[in-house]
């Protein structure tokens, strides 16, 4: 059964630093595109950072600069570091996968190309 779980949120202060796991079982993830997503309750899902299968990688402006997106090289875990964290970075974080049955170099930020969910993990910025 194809599973992502993510893990390592928690509360955080203004300026510190997380670490987020995607823990993929049931996926070759050189397949595939894994990207990081937030939402906050009644607000649009916001794209963060993706990677593709050749650990080629792309950030939204939000995430630019702050936070690294990468895999192990056992291929089993996506992580994103988060560092700088600020109040608005509040929000439910989730992965996400799609598959493209080849090694890609490139992968695409937009939501709705992924097909595979975790159920995300609380990130709470807050003094």
């Known amino acids: 059964q194809r599973q992502l779980v993510e893990s390592g949120g928690g509360l955080v202060q203004p300026g510190g630093s997380l670490r987020l796991s995607c823990a993929a079982s049931?996926?070759?993830?050189?397949?595939?595109?894994v990207g990081w997503f937030r939402q906050v309750p009644g607000k649009d899902r916001e794209e963060l950072a993706c990677?593709?299968?050749?650990?080629?990688?792309s950030y939204s402006a939000s995430a630019q600069g702050r936070f690294t997106i990468s895999r192990d090289y056992a291929d089993t875990t996506v992580y994103l570091q988060m560092n700088s964290l600020k109040p608005d970075d509040t929000a439910v974080y989730y992965c996400?996968?799609?598959?493209?049955?080849?090694?890609?170099?490139?992968?695409?930020?937009?939501?709705?190309?992924?097909?595979?969910w975790g159920r995300g993990t609380q990130v709470t910025v807050s003094s």
């Open positions: 990677i593709s299968g050749d650990r080629t990688t």
């Open positions: 996400a996968a799609y598959e493209h049955h080849v090694v890609r170099n490139s992968c695409v930020l937009s939501s709705h190309n992924y097909n595979a």
């Open positions: 049931g996926f070759i993830l050189v397949y595939h595109s």
